[in-house]
Nanobody
Framework: QVQLVESGGGLVQAGGSLRLSCAAS????????MGWFRQAPGKEREFVAA????????YYADSVKGRFTISRDNAKNTVYLQMNSLKPEDTAVYYC??????????????????WGQGTQVTVSS
């Protein structure tokens, strides 16, 4: 089992940057593919980015490609989401999620086993 705690959210102006962090408990962090999802009010939770267990491969939603970067540090049990050129439509609660030993890295929330509590990101215009 793994527990996830996100941090780094906040209020930023359009065009600005934020870096989200997700710290995981336990000694088997490298056994999990990691993903970031977001949920805006009145909308379904949507995929943002994911990274394989080793960090060798990354995946992005089209809406954030070229602006967001996912990375991980397995020695620190932490996954990051660097968000640049933020837009008001990026406003949402951002969640990190862990998928244990997946055959393939998924983009659907139901494929992930553990979730953090979320961190609010608000982008003002």
């Amino acid at each position: 089992q793994v527990q996830l705690v996100e941090s780094g959210g906040g209020l930023v102006q359009a065009g600005g940057s934020l870096r989200l962090s997700c710290a995981a408990s336990g000694r088997t962090f490298s056994s999990y593919a990691m993903g970031w999802f977001r949920q805006a009010p009145g909308k379904e939770r949507e995929f943002v980015a994911a990274i394989t267990r080793s960090g060798a491969s990354t995946y992005y939603a089209d809406s954030v490609k070229g602006r967001f970067t996912i990375s991980r540090d397995n020695a620190k049990n932490t996954v990051y989401l660097q968000m640049n050129s933020l837009k008001p439509e990026d406003t949402a609660v951002y969640y990190c999620a862990a998928d244990y030993m997946p055959a393939r890295v998924g983009r659907e929330p139901r494929g992930y086993d553990y979730w953090g509590q979320g961190t609010q990101v608000t982008v003002s215009s």
